[in-house]
């Protein structure tokens, strides 16, 4: 069996590629909170909608795929502990337990886990089956972010899902269209190594 055989067959994440050490995961973690809370001050405000679009989804779908799910939550869960602790690194340089989007981010704890389990299946080997997975990652978000809001807010269950989910669909399918791209891309170049 090659090496490549050995890097890509399912039961992998792409963080497994590196040698294995606690000072590494300590790292991926870290990094995969960072690279969330920098994603999330990409925002661009929705009229209408007290959740901007953000490249924080993205971000955390990324770290949950490539670290694997124990790495993800730990990271999600850095993220989500010491933002609100009041570090202003999520959505729009927002910090603290107030924030109406911050479903969001326990839905994203959630879909990391999701999207490192389906990663250790390869579902990050495929364009279309890595676009599947992002799909489902999102509607985890969705699924916690959306009555979060809801209550939050103090809108009804149509008026938070016309104001924290319909605006955002065009944008996660462009979303899961780049991952189609970046995550197997990234398996091949793995293999080429």
């Not at 955390?60 to 939550?73: E, I, Q, S, Y």
């Not at 326990?106 to 250790?120: D, Q, T, Y």
Request: aromatic fraction near 6%; proline fraction near 6%.
């Amino acid at each position: 069996m090659s090496t490549a055989t050995v890097l890509a067959r399912p039961g992998r994440v792409l963080a497994d590629l590196l040698p294995a050490s606690r000072v590494k995961d300590a790292a991926l973690v870290a990094g995969g909170a960072a690279l969330v809370g920098l994603a999330a001050q990409i925002a661009v405000p929705v009229p209408g909608s007290p959740v901007p679009v953000t490249g924080q989804t993205f971000a955390a779908l990324l770290v949950g795929t490539a670290l694997g799910a124990g790495r993800g939550v730990l990271s999600l869960a850095l993220y989500a502990l010491v933002g609100m602790a009041g570090v202003p690194w999520f959505a729009g340089g927002v910090s603290g337990t107030a924030a109406p989007s911050l479903g969001y981010v326990f839905g994203m704890l959630i879909a990391a886990s999701v999207m490192g389990a389906l990663a250790r299946r390869g579902a990050d080997r495929s364009a279309w089956r890595t676009a599947g997975a992002m799909l489902l990652g999102e509607a985890v978000i969705y699924a916690v972010g959306v009555p979060y809001l809801a209550l939050a807010t103090g809108m009804s269950a149509g008026a938070a899902i016309a104001a924290g989910l319909t605006p955002f669909l065009i944008g996660d399918a462009l979303k899961a269209a780049l991952a189609m791209g970046v995550l197997p891309a990234a398996w091949k170049l793995a293999d080429r190594r």
